[in-house]
């Protein structure tokens, strides 16, 4: 996570102000970022390939089944509906992102759903609309179902419910993201150098927080 918090921020900042010296392998920070985003897309796709050609297929051989809510028993749609009514519903705070609201503050390493969904308006006619609704950390993120060793993620109980969250409008689209923001540095753009020594100071501090 500080990676991208500090070094990754660190050369957007730099690109942001057109900062183009080389680093000791010959890079520009562009090139940097560029490098960065070709490697990390491959780390995360080889985590998607372990996660569905190994890590589930290893648990359903041990009878554990994390479950889809398409998957679920009618028993079990009953449980997660009534723990989202109960334990989830009451928490969450949906917030829709138009002309007249600016985008939500999205607190670092928060995990959301950006939901699409179409409004009615006064004239009978529907138009698209964008909100947020961030998954509860307080929560636990895995639900253990009734019926054995099964499980359902949270995020699916509550896409499964979402609609009561925006009554009266059509959810169309749905997908979960997680938030890392930069390092909030105030520094001088107009000196790419200052940029550099906020950059040491502040992996000075997490280094000195760590020990």
Known sequence: MNFFNVRVASLRKMVSVKYSEPDAAGMTPKEQLKAISKRVHAMVAKQYRTLTRSLLPSLRHRKIYLRTPEELTEAQRDFIGDYFHQEVFPILTPMAVDASRPFPFLSDGS?????????????????????TVQIPGGVPRVIHLPGGDEFIMLEDVIRTFVNELFIGSTIKETATFRVTRDMGLDVDEADASDLIKEVQSQLKKNVSVVV
């Open 111 to 131: 995990m959301n759903m950006a939901v699409r969904l179409a409004r009615p308006d006064g004239d009978g006619k529907h138009h698209d609309e964008f909100a």
